[in-house]
Each structure stands twice: as structure tokens, then as C-alpha cells.
């Protein structure tokens, strides 16, 4: 395992460029984001208001994303230089284990809405959500 008590100075500037390096590859990936983003239209359900819909299904996470993706580029560049992978295994374990519960109990859509909403539109719908939250 290195430590960064014994760096010399051309170590430091090429950790220091690492570092920018890593943290700038999350401009190409809000861009990627972004248009993925866009290009999933949700339609609301037959037999339900659009703005309802709009309310149920606006994710405005981006500035907590933003930062969050930062802190992973930043552990993971530096788990990497100090020689020790097991640090990202962990982060990634605990980043699956907290969304497998939040989505379990937290923002699970229901079933069935409403008995005025057609059960196949409402899939439709259902499906379009969940691509788009999955990959945002």
C-alpha cells in the first residue's frame, strides 16, 4: 500500500493531474446524462392530469448527483493510487444494498393506481419511470 508521506514531488504532480483528470471526466458524464435524460419522455397514464404526473415523477437530484459522482471519481482515483481496490468493492456493495432498500420500501411505484387507469397504459408508463430513474 503507497502512503502519501514518502511522495516525491513528481508524484504529487502526478497525482495532482490524476486527480483533476478524474474529477473532469464527470463534464462528458453529465453530458451523456443529460441526453439520455431528454430523450425519455413520460406520457402520464390515460385517466390521469399531467401535471399529477409531472409532480409524481419529477426527479430533481441533479446537484446531489453531481456532487455524489464527484466523491465516487475521487475515491476511486484514490483507492486506486494507495493500492487498495477493496475500498471501491465496499463503496459499490453498500451504494447497491441502500438503493435495493430504498427502492424496495421507499419509491416502489404501486401496482394500480386507480381503477380509472388502464392496467397496460399504466405498465407503459411504469417502464418508461423506471428506464429513466435507473439511468439518471
Known amino acids: 500500500m503507497k502512503t502519501f508521506d514518502n511522495m516525491s514531488l513528481i508524484q504529487w504532480a502526478f497525482f495532482v493531474v490524476g486527480l483533476i483528470t478524474a474529477s473532469m471526466l464527470g463534464f462528458f458524464v453529465e453530458l451523456i446524462v443529460k441526453r439520455t435524460k431528454s430523450s425519455i419522455s413520460i406520457s402520464p397514464p390515460i385517466g390521469m392530469d399531467k ?16 456532487l455524489l459522482g464527484l466523491l465516487e471519481r475521487i475515491l476511486i482515483f484514490v483507492s486506486l493510487w494507495i493500492e487498495v481496490p477493496q475500498l471501491i468493492f465496499a463503496w459499490l456493495a453498500f451504494k447497491l444494498a441502500s438503493k435495493w432498500q430504498a427502492w424496495a420500501t421507499i419509491v416502489k411505484v404501486p401496482e394500480n393506481i386507480d381503477k380509472l387507469i388502464d392496467p397496460i397504459d399504466f405498465f407503459r408508463v411504469r417502464h418508461r419511470w423506471g428506464t429513466r430513474v ?3
Open 51 to 66: 401535471n399529477t404526473w409531472e409532480a409524481i415523477t419529477d426527479t430533481k437530484t441533479e446537484s446531489s448527483s453531481k
Open 134 to 136: 435507473l439511468q439518471v
